[in-house]
């Protein structure tokens, strides 16, 4: 009995958050992505649509180790291209960054500011195709990529327990 409390309190605490809008296209990825993790039923797993909240995220993430963040991502190529990127990577000069990463940055930055700890953040971005205000349908591209993010993110959760 010890030794599962102990291992239950060693899982880190992980989150899986949505960003996007839904009433804009391809934008509408990240939520659709959370919407269909929640699916899965995943123990231990707290599940957000952050819409596209910007400053709030900083206490969407607060209480958490590790946020798995669902986002579409401009520059990593073709219309439905996926990438998994480690946010250190999208805050550097030159990397490749969220049409949303402004609201993030400025989160984290200031998380930073206010001693908060900011978790390990890892994105699953994939390339928009259309993103116009109106348009709730997500293109043929991005929508492919709904089930391969939300296996992928799966994985990740795996290799953190």
């Avoid at 899982?11 to 959370?34: R, S």
């Avoid at 990397?95 to 940055?105: A, N, R, W």
Wanted: aromatic fraction near 4%; glycine fraction near 10%; charge should be negative.
């Amino acid at each position: 009995m010890c030794g599962a409390l102990l291992e239950e309190k060693m899982k880190p605490k992980i989150l899986v958050l949505g960003i996007g809008n839904e009433l804009c296209g391809d934008d509408g990825f990240g939520p659709t992505v959370a919407r269909e993790f929640s699916r899965l039923k995943t123990d231990g797993v707290d599940i957000r649509n952050g819409d596209t909240r910007g400053l709030n995220l900083i206490w969407c993430m607060e209480d958490y180790d590790i946020v798995l963040v669902a986002d579409v991502v401009k520059g990593i190529g073709e219309p439905g291209q996926i990438e998994k990127i480690e946010w250190r990577d999208i805050t550097e000069e030159g990397m490749l960054f969220s049409l949303h990463e402004l609201g993030l940055t400025q989160a984290t930055t200031l998380a930073k500011a206010m001693n908060v700890a900011i978790p390990k953040i890892v994105i699953f971005g994939v390339q928009p195709k259309k993103m116009k205000f109106g348009d709730t349908e997500l293109s043929p591209e991005v929508s492919e990529a709904v089930p391969i993010v939300v296996e992928m993110i799966q994985k990740e959760i795996c290799s953190l327990r």
